[in-house]
């Protein structure tokens, strides 16, 4: 074994794998409470990041970056959004290569819909499961996480070549 590496301690090995699979139980719950009414997690978290967007749109590099989504990700969910008439994209008019995403009145009544569902869902499975201090430290730890990543130039959204 690498003598440099700081290998996790049992407790600090038990909270990583708990994260892990929480985490992943988490989103699975919150995809298939959303699932049942045709809609994917990560569709509903694009609609409603656009919802939330100066004027109900986004350049879709600035979208995928803030959903942590790569660009052909998002392209494609836009697509389906699009066929559905949730959202339209045109080109951006400050730049000939860019796309602008922008929700239509249409999706925005069909959020309106899905966030009711998804708001429950997010209460049942992760808000109710735990007590307020909880939810609390679960925010400011994952803040924690979050700074570090916007502080740390060298932490790429993408892997620059093979891992």
Same mark, same amino acid.
């Given at each position: 074994?690498?003598?440099?590496?700081?290998?996790?301690?049992?407790?600090?090995?038990?909270?990583?794998?708990? =994260?892990?699979?929480?985490?992943?139980?988490?989103?699975?719950?919150?995809?298939?409470?959303?699932?049942?009414?045709?809609?994917?997690? &990560?569709? =509903?978290?694009?609609?409603?990041?656009?919802? +939330?967007?100066?004027?109900?749109?986004?350049?879709?590099?600035?979208?995928?970056?803030?959903?942590?989504?790569?660009? &052909?990700?998002?392209?494609?969910?836009?697509?389906?959004?699009?066929?559905?008439?949730?959202?339209?994209?045109?080109?951006?008019?400050?730049?000939?290569?860019?796309?602008?995403?922008?929700?239509?009145?249409?999706?925005?009544?069909?959020?309106?819909?899905?966030?009711?569902?998804?708001?429950?869902?997010?209460?049942?499975?992760?808000?109710?499961?735990?007590?307020?201090?909880?939810?609390?430290?679960?925010? +400011?730890?994952?803040?924690?996480?979050?700074?570090? =990543?916007?502080?740390?130039?060298?932490?790429?959204? +993408?892997?620059?070549?093979?891992?």
């Amino acid at each position: 074994m690498d003598e440099g590496v700081r290998w996790l301690s049992a407790q600090e090995q038990q909270w990583w794998r708990a =994260y892990l699979r929480a985490t992943r139980e988490l989103d699975l719950a919150l995809d298939r409470d959303l699932q049942c009414l045709g809609l994917s997690l &990560s569709e =509903y978290e694009l609609l409603s990041m656009l919802s +939330e967007a100066e004027g109900a749109r986004l350049r879709m590099s600035a979208l995928a970056a803030l959903i942590v989504q790569s660009r &052909s990700r998002v392209t494609h969910t836009a697509a389906r959004l699009e066929r559905r008439g949730w959202v339209r994209r045109s080109p951006a008019p400050d730049d000939g290569r860019g796309v602008l995403l922008e929700l239509t009145e249409q999706g925005r009544d069909a959020l309106e819909g899905f966030a009711v569902a998804h708001v429950a869902s997010v209460r049942r499975h992760l808000v109710d499961v735990l007590t307020p201090q909880q939810l609390r430290g679960l925010g +400011e730890a994952m803040q924690a996480v979050r700074d570090a =990543y916007a502080q740390d130039p060298t932490t790429p959204a +993408e892997p620059a070549g093979p891992c």
